[in-house]
């Protein structure tokens, strides 16, 4: 699977970006996706993740209610709605696939470029 992430970009704290990750390769529909974000100077942390169905999803305590992870099977896409921004979601994001449902990176076998997203105050 190749994963490609896009939709980043700087905006103000309170707005709302979507992130999508387009995946190549057939084994798309079969693979959980997560996404997992890295800021400055910090570890790459979890962020969500939804099986391959789309019918079970997990949120960090970070960002519950305000991200909502989603995906297309015949589109082969994953998306990440991000609302009520904040400073401290600035990280690069990246789209991971993964043949288990999880949250720790090992869990994950296939990796997207990441895409930048800052909040400004």
């Known amino acids: 699977v190749q994963l490609q992430a896009s939709g980043g970009g700087l905006v103000q704290a309170g707005g709302s970006l979507r992130l999508s990750c387009a995946a190549s390769?057939?084994?798309?529909?079969?693979?959980?996706m997560g996404w997992f974000r890295q800021a400055p100077g910090k570890e790459r942390e979890f962020v969500s993740c939804i099986s391959w169905s789309g019918d079970v999803t997990f949120y960090a305590d970070s960002v519950k209610g305000r991200f909502t992870i989603s995906r297309d099977n015949a589109k082969n896409t994953v998306y990440l709605q991000m609302n009520s921004l904040k400073p401290e979601d600035t990280a690069v994001y990246y789209c991971?696939?993964?043949?288990?449902?999880?949250?720790?990176?090992?869990?994950?076998?296939?990796w997207g470029q990441g895409t930048q997203v800052t909040v400004s105050s």
């Open positions: 991971a696939a993964s043949y288990g449902l999880g949250y720790r990176e090992t869990e994950y076998d296939y």
């Open positions: 390769g057939r084994t798309f529909s079969s693979s959980a």
